[in-house]
Structures are given as C-alpha cells and as structure tokens.
C-alpha cells in the first residue's frame, strides 16, 4: 500500500492541525493505522493508533486527550486532528501500515509495513 501523509505546517501554540494519510493500492482495512513522529536527534515514536476497523485507538501519554486518531476506510484516509499544540510537537509525522488478520494494533515501529513520506509539523512558542 502506497500512503501520502499531508496537513503539516507552521503554527503557534495553542493551534490545531489535522494530518491526513490517504492510501493506495491495497484494501485500507485490511492494515491497522498509526502515526508516528520524529524530532531532530530523537527516535521515532508512535503518537497514535488505530485499528482497522477503527474500534480500538492507543496515544502516546503526552497527547491523549489533545490529539485525535480517526479513519474513513470508504475514503481510504486516515487522520490526525491535532489541537493545543505544544513546541514539543514539532516533528516529522509519518503514517504507517500494518498488515494484521486481527483487530490488534502495535506501537512498535518495525511491525508497520507501509510508511508514508512525512509531513513536518513545526509549532512555535
């Protein structure tokens, strides 16, 4: 599956975004969902997730209850909406792929198949 991540930008804090992760070439539900990012000289790490029928979601501490994962598999879209922004949010963002048979989601990055371009998210104080 080929997976375009888009909706980054330059914003303030206290702003919101919706990262928008549109997918191709294989059937959408057939992968649980996530999102991961990655800030100058730190790992990759998972934001959020979201299983393939969207039933079970998982987020990183640091954004529950700030950030939303959500995906329209009729639209072959998953998103981030992304609201009270931090400078600690800035990052690349990537959307990610994973292959599964059942309803489980992972937070670990080298289970995902599929990793979309980025999308830099800059956020400033």
């Known amino acids: 599956v080929q997976l375009q991540a888009s909706g980054g930008g330059l914003v303030q804090a206290g702003d919101s975004l919706r990262l928008s992760c549109t997918a191709s070439?294989?059937?959408?539900?057939?992968?649980?969902l996530g999102w991961f990012r990655q800030a100058p000289g730190k790992e990759r790490d998972l934001v959020a997730a979201?299983?393939?029928?969207?039933?079970?979601?998982r987020y990183k501490d640091s954004v529950r209850g700030r950030f939303t994962i959500s995906r329209d598999n009729a639209k072959n879209t998953a998103y981030l909406q992304m609201n009270s922004l931090k400078p600690d949010d800035t990052a690349v963002y990537y959307c990610?792929?994973?292959?599964?048979?059942?309803?489980?989601?992972?937070?670990?990055?080298?289970?995902?198949?599929?990793w979309g371009q980025g999308t830099q998210v800059t956020v400033s104080s």
């Open positions: 990610a792929a994973d292959y599964t048979v059942t309803g489980a989601i992972t937070t670990t990055p080298s289970a995902y198949d599929f």
């Open positions: 070439g294989r059937t959408f539900s057939d992968y649980a």
């Open positions: 979201i299983s393939r029928a969207g039933t079970v979601r």
